[in-house]
């Protein structure tokens, strides 16, 4: 009974905190989600009105919505592929036992991920402006035409995506490194003695046997690479012509800029959603995916 | 392929990526010495032609960065200490004390993962107003004080911890705070110092939260600060690259030194519970 | 939390006292500090650097008063002040751009400033601009005093003007036209005018010039799709595909100062700050060689907008009287001459006029022309929004994605959105007699 006391003291003060300033919250998002809470309401609550899946409805049918998930996707389906295979290349260098320096080179290229967004992302402002920037002076000396990066809505997204992947590799990097050295010597070493090709025993071994750490860090990267948000802020304001308006930033501009918290807690659960179906979505896959593998192909 | 060519071609490789990773950061040290003007030129210019603190010392001078600096070691130090307090207790009561839907609780505060956390902005921000903690520093510190990952961390590493040692001091006497002072926090020194890292790198970085509930000026962290600068000075290229060594030196400096710590938190955190 | 809790041990009550302290130390240093006179004053963009200056002098003459200045970056201004409106953290007293104001004014932020403007006597409302004075009375009552004055209009070199054999700015659209055909050849980066995409004023000023009003209704919906508007629309969208002046926005622009005193920009539509920012950025070689010209008209001399800042006092404020002494302090024409010295921020008081540097100076002439000239915007909280979603939609066109007529129809769905909520609150209070109309 005493135990149990003071075990409920200990959870007291983390459970208080996450209750009030996180659980309760959420569930708020969900009732103001179904209500025109805006500057008039903030005003004068008596100008609130319930509205129930109005603004969801609207927000369906508003193109912006629509262009912010695309471009939202857009980042997680080219940057998160992009960015893991970036890691797991990084990884496999690191675990080659020919390397050299490998302290040194890890600390490099994890470097940029203890940076703070805002900071770096300024660098990049800068490092890819059309006129006077660095990538275009590269570009300019192999002769191509200059790219206008953060200028152009083709080429904005696609610049804030190198960037999250410069930003981000190092992170996954780490965790492939550890997967990667906790698979047995031996399983290569058979594979060797049976002639297999390197490409082989990467087919073969690496990949089966990184297989949980992928999905678990498939499924984490997709979540944060939902959340964009400091990238488009700093690098472009969501500009140009809107191409880089990700569904946070929508509900950042919707909720704190305009003062709509309905409508923006509706983009809010919306993304959720989206988010929780799509986990849900990769698990399913990769479970599938598990059964087929067994065949030797 | 011969081993020497694929040695060349592997440390090549690690050269280039390397150098990929660094170089921004290494342009941006060498830029924030450079003259107004000087890295808007054509070709573009590595080092200064003759360095100088001058923008540094408009930062402090002018632009306020000190204030920023201080508040965000306020904040991010306030984060680290209340969230490590909160978190221990937590993470230890799930891993070693027993009580009536110890799992039921642990799972649904894992499941509680899958919401991202902007969700609970909008309303959080109208509870601060309510409770007055609008562009106050607890208004960025009150709402980081407990974290699931930093419970999920602290009940992983504990489970380690031998029963047995907490029975033989039940057995004589010593009560449940006592044992978790005496002879449960010096076992966990590794992931105390692991967990620390983690929320001040976190919190020191964290954006999007402080953007909204810090409305004035002299709250800024340096992150607000840095991005409400880049708006207003676009042009200063070399003002704004002697903003962001201000800004992520200090992370970088404590990552360098404690290392080791932070990547086994990483890796610690990423195991599936 | 665990405060309610019987101590059973004293390590333990130690530890409670240590998180209370903590969490107390942590709560108290963000209490407002208790200061007696401690104004929080904020400013929008460079204003703040120049306040600076003149402070001292009001703070010796009030020496229970000090003023703490804060300056908000302009982009972000409208979103601070909203921000620390729905936080309960707004200042004492403000700088408030007048197109905000009805804003404001309908969230009940703001507090009237009838009764101090009677008793005052340095604040006199008829010697204010009349159609600058009335951007502050919303609905019959005042809520702010005019600062200074803001309208956009055409900066241009004289020397460029000359070469192409034109002797005088334009005065009508069709005049301008041919000047910025003259005046522009893109394929040596030489364009007639600057008008950065992502920023509304210059379409707006354009579209004010219309007889249409932009909202129709008592400003339940939007008016876009009027003949002035699409007018105007089209005007603006030309300059773009006659290559009469770069699709880029104010980013990418860079610094537009140097870039006009190199001759890349003919014109530049803009407000008068830029007449103290090109005298000190540009050479005095080159001062002769630019002059500033009232905004050509659709037929004739064009309206402009009647912008600018106020000072405004906000209702939760606890230094009310201590804000308005700061208020009529800065409303003083000698101050004010002194704050177009420092700043050329242009003063709202024809007195002000008189003196000072301001009154032979040939390039403040075209404002003082301008000013009698000028309209509102329209006066509805939702402004500010609808004057955004016009300039994304406008910069939709300016890509070729959208005709004029798809354009205007766009504005007009969108603004009709915005204004959904003003509408029922209109009717709704219309129905409920009980209730406090909100403007």
């Not at chain 1, 049918?61 to 290349?89: C, D, E």
């Not at chain 1, 073969?204 to 499924?219: D, N």
């Not at chain 3, 159609?131 to 900066?155: C, E, H, K």
């Amino acid at each position: 009974m005493n135990s149990q006391r003071s075990a409920w003291l200990f959870l007291a003060p983390a459970l208080v905190v996450l209750g009030v300033f996180f659980l309760l919250p959420v569930l708020a998002a969900l009732a103001l989600s179904l209500t025109d809470y805006d500057l008039y309401a903030l005003a004068d609550i008596r100008n609130l009105r319930f509205v129930g899946l109005g603004n969801y409805w609207e927000l369906l049918q508003r193109p912006l919505f629509w262009s912010a998930l695309g471009h939202t996707v857009y980042f997680v389906a080219v940057g998160v592929p992009l960015s893991m295979g970036a890691s797991l290349g990084a990884a496999m260098l690191l675990n080659s036992p020919l390397a050299r320096c490998k302290p040194f080179f890890r600390t490099a290229l994890f470097a940029p991920v203890v940076t703070t967004v805002v900071a770096v992302a300024v660098i990049w402002r800068y490092l890819f402006n059309t006129k006077y920037g660095m990538a275009n002076y590269m570009l300019d000396l192999l002769g191509i035409q200059p790219v206008d990066w953060l200028g152009d809505p083709h080429w904005a997204m696609p610049t804030i995506i190198l960037f999250a992947v410069w930003k981000n590799f190092g992170y996954n990097m780490i965790i492939f490194l550890a997967g990667l050295q906790a698979i047995p010597p031996d399983l290569y070493e058979a594979a060797r003695i049976d002639g297999a090709s390197s490409w082989r025993q990467f087919r073969h071994i690496t990949l089966p046997m990184l297989k949980p750490t992928m999905l678990m860090v498939g499924i984490l990267t997709v979540s944060g690479y939902f959340q964009l948000f400091a990238e488009p802020y700093v690098m472009t304001e969501g500009g140009p012509l809107q191409s880089t308006v990700s569904v946070l930033y929508l509900m950042y501009d919707e909720g704190f800029k305009w003062w709509n918290l309905g409508s923006a807690s509706a983009v809010a659960f919306l993304l959720f959603l989206l988010m929780f179906a799509v986990t849900v979505l990769m698990v399913k896959l990769s479970q599938r995916g598990e059964h087929s593998d067994g065949e030797p192909t | 392929m011969s081993p020497r060519l694929m040695k060349a071609l592997i440390n090549g490789l690690l050269i280039g990526a390397a150098a990929v990773a660094l170089f921004p950061l290494l342009w941006m040290l060498s830029v924030s010495f450079m003259a107004p003007g000087e890295a808007s030129a054509l070709p573009p210019s590595l080092l200064p032609k003759h360095s100088s603190w001058a923008n540094y010392r408009e930062l402090f001078v002018h632009a306020g960065m000190g204030r920023y600096l201080l508040n965000s070691l306020l904040v991010a130090g306030a984060i680290t200490a209340l969230s490590l307090v909160f978190n221990l207790m937590a993470g230890y009561a799930f891993a070693k004390l027993r009580f009536a839907g110890r799992e039921r609780l642990f799972q649904a505060l894992l499941g509680a993962l899958v919401i991202p956390a902007q969700v609970a902005m909008l309303p959080l921000f109208l509870l601060l107003k309510y409770i007055g903690l609008i562009n106050s520093y607890a208004g960025v510190v009150v709402p980081a004080m407990a974290t699931v990952f930093g419970i999920f961390l602290v009940r992983q590493y504990t489970r380690s911890i031998p029963d047995e040692l907490l029975e033989a001091a039940r057995i004589d006497g010593a009560g449940e705070w006592r044992i978790f002072a005496q002879i449960v926090l010096p076992l966990l020194k590794p992931i105390v110092v692991t967990l620390a890292i983690f929320t001040f790198l976190a919190a020191w970085n964290d954006f999007m939260w402080p953007l909204i509930v810090l409305t004035g000026q002299e709250h800024y962290t340096l992150p607000i600060g840095l991005a409400s600068l880049a708006r207003e000075h676009a042009q200063d290229s070399e003002l704004m690259m002697a903003g962001s060594v201000v800004t992520v030196l200090p992370v970088l400096l404590l990552f360098l030194a404690m290392q080791r710590y932070y990547l086994q938190g990483l890796l610690l955190g990423s195991v599936k519970g | 939390m665990t405060c309610g809790a019987r101590p059973q041990r004293s390590r333990r009550s130690l530890w409670l006292a240590a998180a209370i302290a903590l969490c107390g130390a942590l709560l108290g240093s963000c209490a407002p500090a208790p200061a007696g006179h401690e104004l929080t004053f904020w400013t929008i963009g460079r204003e703040g650097e120049a306040i600076v200056k003149l402070l001292p002098a009001f703070e010796r003459a009030h020496p229970d008063i000090r003023v703490k200045v804060q300056q908000l970056p302009l982009t972000a201004a409208h979103q601070k002040l909203l921000t620390a409106f729905a936080g309960n953290s707004t200042p004492d007293l403000s700088q408030l751009g007048n197109t905000w104001l009805p804003e404001l004014a309908a969230l009940h932020a703001l507090e009237p400033l009838q009764a101090r403007v009677d008793r005052s006597a340095v604040v006199q409302p008829h010697d204010y601009f009349a159609s600058i004075w009335a951007t502050n009375v919303i609905d019959g009552t005042l809520y702010g005093v005019p600062w200074y004055v803001d309208t956009r209009l055409l900066f241009y070199r004289k020397d460029l003007l000359q070469k192409a054999g034109f002797d005088a700015p334009p005065r009508t659209w069709a005049e301008w036209r041919s000047q910025l055909a003259a005046l522009s050849d893109p394929s040596q980066h030489r364009y007639g005018i600057l008008l950065p995409t992502n920023e509304y004023e210059q379409l707006m000023s354009l579209a004010l010039q219309q007889p249409e009003p932009l909202l129709r209704d008592g400003g339940r919906y939007g008016n876009f799709e009027s003949a002035g508007f699409k007018r105007a629309l089209a005007f603006y969208v030309d300059t773009f595909k006659l290559k009469q002046a770069p699709a880029i926005t104010n980013v990418e622009a860079g610094n537009p100062w140097t870039e006009f005193g190199r001759g890349v920009y003919a014109f530049y539509l803009s407000g008068p700050w830029n007449i103290g920012e090109f005298r000190s950025r540009l050479p005095a070689s080159q001062q002769d060689d630019w002059a500033t010209a009232p905004l050509p008209g659709p037929d004739g001399a064009g309206i402009g907008v009647a912008g600018g800042s106020s000072l405004v006092i906000f209702r939760a404020s606890k230094h009310k009287d201590a804000a308005w002494q700061l208020i009529e302090y800065l409303s003083q024409p000698a101050v004010q001459q002194q704050f177009y010295d420092l700043l050329g921020d242009m003063p709202p008081r024809r007195n002000s006029w008189e003196g000072g540097a301001l009154r032979g100076d040939p390039k403040a002439r075209a404002f003082r022309e301008q000013l009698e000239q000028v309209k509102p915007t329209p006066p509805v909280p939702e402004w500010e929004r609808i004057a955004n979603e016009m300039q994304l939609v406008a910069a939709e066109a300016i890509a070729g994605r959208l005709t004029i007529d798809q354009a205007a129809a766009e504005i007009d769905r969108r603004a009709d959105a915005i204004l959904a909520k003003r509408r029922w609150v209109l009717d709704h209070a219309q129905r409920d007699p009980a209730r406090e109309p909100t403007p």
